[in-house]
C-alpha cells in the first residue's frame, strides 16, 4: 500500500461564545491530515485534540442530515463534503452560516427557518379523506417524478445562507420553505394548494425572489429551489388573472 | 398577509425574457451580418420595409419591442434592489416609464410606416 499523502491544514475558525464575549472573533489551528480528509475531519480532529470548547454540528459525514452546513471561505457548504485538498496551500476560513443568528461558535439558530417551514404546510392536504379500510393513495411513476426533485431537501439551510433577498429581507419565506410547499402542490394526492398560497403568493413569498440563482448553487442535493420558485411565479399569475380579471374567477 | 400585486409586472417581465432569449440573439447576428454587406435575400430592405408596413409585422414588431423594454426595466429594478437600491418605488417608476415610453414611441414610428 502506497503512503498516504498528508496536508499541513490551517484553519481560521470564527469563535463566539455568548458567555464571556462581547463580539465574535477567528482563532487559528494548524494540523495535519490525509488529503483525502474533508473540513469536518479537520473540525473533528480540532476538537478531539487541540480546542474541546469548539462547538459545531454534525451527524451523518455522509451529506444526507444536513447538520454540519457553514460558511467556508464565504460559500456556504456542507462541512462533510468539503475536501481540504481543494484548498492545498491556503488558510480556510470557517465561519457559522450567514444569515443566522450565531449561538456559539460555528452554530446558529434555525427557529426563522423552522416557522417559516411551519407556514408553508409541508406535508399532504388530501383532496378527498378516506377511511383505512379503502386502501392507500396510490401514485404512477410518471406522477412521482413530477415532485421527486423538491423533495430530496435536507433542511441544511445552506440556501437561505446563499440567498441575498433573505439577507437583505429577512420576512422573505426562502428557498427551501417555499420548494416544499411547491413539492406537496405538485403531489397528484395533494389538495392544498390554495391553502398554500395565502403564504406562497404574497410579497413575502415567492415575490421576494429575484431570481438570483444563488439557492441552486449552493443546494447539496441538487434540488433547484431558484427552478421551484420560477414555476411558482407562474402558477401564482395564472391564478391572478383567473382572480381579477375573468368574472366569477374569485371564488 | 394579502396576495401580492406583482403578476402585473412579472407576467410581461417573465413574456419579455422569453422574446429576449429568441429574438434578441438572432437579431444582432442579422445586424452584424447586414453592417458588413451580407443580407440574406429574405431580409432585403424592400422586403422588411414591406413587412414592417402590414398590420401583422406592425403588431410582431411592437410586440418584440415593447416586451423586451419591459423586461429589461423590471430586471433592471431587480438589479438595483439586489445591489442594495432600497427605494424601489422611485426606481420602477422612472424604469416602467422608460419602458413604456420608448414602447410609444416605437408605436409612433411603426404606423408612419
Known amino acids: 500500500m502506497t503512503p498516504m499523502k498528508e496536508l499541513r491544514v490551517q484553519l481560521e475558525v470564527l469563535r463566539y461564545n455568548p458567555d464571556t464575549d462581547t463580539e465574535a472573533h477567528f482563532q487559528r489551528y494548524e ?7 474533508v473540513v469536518l475531519d479537520a473540525l473533528n480532529t480540532v476538537k478531539a485534540e487541540i480546542d474541546p470548547t469548539l462547538n459545531y454540528r454534525w451527524s451523518c459525514h455522509m451529506a444526507v442530515c444536513g447538520s454540519c452546513g457553514m460558511m467556508i471561505n464565504g460559500t456556504p457548504k456542507l462541512s462533510c463534503h468539503t475536501f481540504l485538498r481543494d484548498y492545498e496551500g491556503t488558510v480556510i476560513r470557517v465561519e457559522p452560516l450567514a444569515h443566522f443568528p450565531i449561538e456559539r461558535d460555528l452554530v446558529t439558530a434555525p427557529d426563522d427557518f423552522m416557522e417559516k417551514l411551519k407556514r408553508v404546510k409541508p406535508y399532504i392536504i388530501p383532496k378527498e379523506k378516506k377511511p383505512i379500510s379503502e386502501g392507500e393513495y396510490k401514485q404512477t411513476p410518471a406522477q412521482l417524478m413530477k415532485f421527486r426533485q423538491y423533495s430530496m431537501c435536507i433542511n441544511c439551510m445552506l440556501c437561505y445562507a446563499a440567498c441575498p433577498e433573505y439577507g437583505l429581507t429577512p420576512s422573505f419565506i426562502g428557498p427551501a420553505a417555499l420548494t416544499l410547499a411547491h413539492r406537496y402542490n405538485l403531489d397528484s394526492r395533494d389538495g392544498g394548494r390554495k391553502e398554500r398560497q395565502e403564504v406562497v403568493a404574497t410579497h413575502e413569498g415567492v415575490w421576494e425572489c429575484t431570481f438570483v440563482g444563488a439557492c441552486s448553487e449552493a443546494c447539496p442535493a441538487h434540488v433547484d429551489p431558484a427552478s421551484a420558485l420560477q414555476q411558482m411565479k407562474i402558477t401564482s399569475s395564472i391564478d391572478w388573472i383567473v382572480e381579477h380579471l375573468i368574472p366569477g374567477g374569485n371564488k | 398577509m394579502a396576495k401580492s400585486h406583482k403578476p402585473v409586472v412579472w407576467f410581461p417581465f417573465a413574456a419579455g425574457g422569453t422574446v429576449i432569449a429568441f429574438f434578441i440573439p438572432v437579431i444582432v447576428v442579422l445586424t452584424f451580418m447586414a453592417a458588413l454587406g451580407h443580407v440574406p435575400p429574405g431580409l432585403s430592405y424592400d422586403r422588411m420595409h414591406a413587412f414592417a408596413g ?60
Open chain 1, 31 to 37: 494540523l495535519t491530515c490525509p488529503e483525502e480528509w
Open chain 2, 54 to 113: 402590414s398590420s401583422l409585422g406592425k403588431l410582431v414588431i411592437f410586440g418584440v419591442v415593447a416586451l423586451s423594454l419591459w423586461s429589461s426595466a423590471h430586471r433592471l429594478r431587480c438589479t438595483c434592489f439586489d445591489f442594495g437600491l432600497r427605494a424601489d418605488t422611485l426606481v420602477a417608476t422612472v424604469l416602467y416609464i422608460m419602458a413604456i415610453a420608448g414602447s410609444l414611441l416605437s408605436a409612433v414610428y411603426l404606423l408612419q410606416i
